[in-house]
Every structure is written in structure tokens, then in C-alpha cells.
């Protein structure tokens, strides 16, 4: 899914606040998984080129660095979320030469998720501007992997996913990020950041659409008639106690009667201590 007309906003967004894009586009991504997730602390890998060593000067074939993160994206303002997630990031960087594969082995870490800032790496030749472009002939290299590309005026936003994701999740976490990445420009915390789609909306509209006829005028009626219907049938349960009807019953006649004893009426009120 392209993201058009911000490419000039980001890149003066950035200087402004001492950052790289591709740090700036880390952080955005990071924030948007941390939403999926449900948790504030979100882990995943990144990579970066891996060129700049001697050894590999001569050698043939793509050589790129793969770093572990954890990223904490509880809410703060967001110009100290992006400093502290670049600060992180180069941090990482800084002891990217140790390999992944010993780090991950050590650790047991897993490469599930991932991110990538390509540049112009990756042919784009087949986007549609007003819709999101499908593609089933790709290598999945992780479960989740973002891959973001340079536009002549924005970023175009690529998600590979394996089966453990569904094309909806994909699709939708596309059009998150977009929305993420609009507002970071432009809001002051975090929570600020408005990230729910109508489709969203109206999903969560339907869960919540629970109205159902009842077939009793009064939740005692109810009660009552399951009493005499089922008096064996359990009522409550609480770790290993359990409690039928007819015992419930019991312990409601008790209460009602202790209650009279204290000349308690209709419309007093009583503290139940449980």
C-alpha cells in the first residue's frame, strides 16, 4: 500500500528532530506491532547493510546484518519515543558485527517478525495508487515481515506474511502502519494517535450487539424457575466450590431471613462483605 504526499514532511520531520527516516520508520513500525500485540513491549529484528566490514569487501552476494530489539512503546510524547527508539536502534547497530545466529541460539530467539527500510530495492512496478496490491509469488523469509520503499513522494508499505497469518491481519496492519506513520507527524503523545478503521469500528459495533429477548420480566423469576426445574444443576462456581440451585437457594433464604431479623426493608441499603 503506498503512502503518498509525505515523503517532503517526513524527511524535514526528521531533521528537525535529529533522527534518521530509516529510525524514524522503525519506530513507526514498532508502535503498530505493539497495537497488534496488545502489549507495550514488542520484540522483532531489523536489518541493515552489511558492507561496511573489511572482510566482505572482495566477497560476492547480498550481505546484510539481522539485530534483535525490544522496543518498550508505553505511552510518552511522541518526539521522546522516536529519540529513544533511535538511540536503541544505533545502540543495537553499534554491536550488530555479533551474528544472529549465535545470538539467537544463546537467547532463543526467533526471527517471527521482522522489518526492513529498502531504499529502491524492490520492484514496485506493480502498485496501484488507490488500492492494495496482491502478490502470492514472493519468498517469506519470517511470519511478519514489513518492508518499507522509497516513492517519489512517500513510502510505499509491502507486508509478507506465512499462513500464521491471515491476508485480512496483513492487510489491515498495512493500513494501520500508513495511519501510524500520518499521525506521527502531527500529534503529541502516543495515545493520541488514532489508529481504529471504520471497518474496525464496525466490527467491534457487532461484537457488541448483544440485545437478546428474554423469556423472564425479572432475574428472581428466572431464578425460581430454574430452582424447581433444576435444583441438582450447578448454580456458581468459584476454584473448587460449587454451588446448585437448591443451595443457592439455601444461602438466599438464610441472608433474607437475618436480614428481617434486622429490620431491614425494601430500598435499604446493605454492605455485603464477601
Do not use: W
Not at 561496511?52 to 566477497?59: F, G, Q, T
Not at 512503546?73 to 553499534?94: A, F, G, H
Request: proline share 2%; net charge negative.
Amino acid at each position: 500500500i503506498p503512502i503518498r504526499d509525505v515523503r517532503e514532511h517526513v524527511e524535514s520531520f526528521v531533521a528537525k528532530n535529529g533522527i534518521t527516516v530509516g529510525n524514524f520508520l522503525n519506530a513507526v513500525f514498532a508502535y503498530t506491532y505493539s497495537r497488534f500485540t496488545g502489549d507495550n513491549k514488542v520484540y522483532y529484528n531489523f536489518t541493515e547493510n552489511g558492507r561496511h566490514d573489511s572482510y566482505s569487501k572482495d566477497a560476492l552476494g547480498m550481505f546484510v546484518r539481522t539485530i534483535p530489539i525490544i522496543v518498550n512503546c508505553q505511552d510518552m510524547p511522541i518526539k521522546d519515543y522516536l529519540t529513544y527508539v533511535s538511540d536503541l536502534i544505533l545502540e543495537s547497530m553499534r554491536n550488530g558485527i555479533y551474528p544472529f545466529r549465535f545470538i539467537a541460539n544463546e537467547f532463543n530467539l526467533t526471527y517471527d517478525v521482522g522489518f526492513e527500510y529498502n531504499y529502491d530495492l524492490n520492484d514496485i512496478s506493480n502498485i496501484d495508487d488507490e488500492n492494495i496490491s496482491f502478490d502470492d509469488d514472493v519468498n517469506i523469509v519470517s511470519n511478519l515481515l514489513c518492508v518499507i520503499n522509497d516513492l517519489d513522494d512517500g513510502y510505499l508499505v509491502n507486508i509478507y506474511h506465512s499462513d500464521k497469518f491471515s491476508q485480512d491481519t496483513a492487510e489491515r496492519f498495512a493500513k494501520v502502519f500508513k495511519e501510524v506513520l500520518v499521525q506521527f507527524l502531527d500529534k503529541k503523545y502516543l495515545k493520541d494517535i488514532n489508529y481504529i478503521s471504520n471497518d474496525d469500528v464496525e466490527l467491534l459495533d457487532k461484537i457488541n450487539q448483544t440485545k437478546y429477548d428474554l423469556i423472564y420480566d425479572d432475574i428472581l423469576d428466572a431464578f425460581n424457575d430454574n430452582l424447581s426445574k433444576f435444583p441438582n444443576k450447578n448454580l456458581v462456581s468459584y476454584n473448587d466450590e460449587v454451588y446448585t440451585y437448591g443451595q443457592g437457594a439455601f444461602i438466599a433464604n438464610k441472608i433474607a431471613q437475618k436480614l428481617i431479623e434486622l429490620n431491614i426493608g425494601k430500598n435499604d441499603c446493605v454492605a455485603l462483605l464477601t
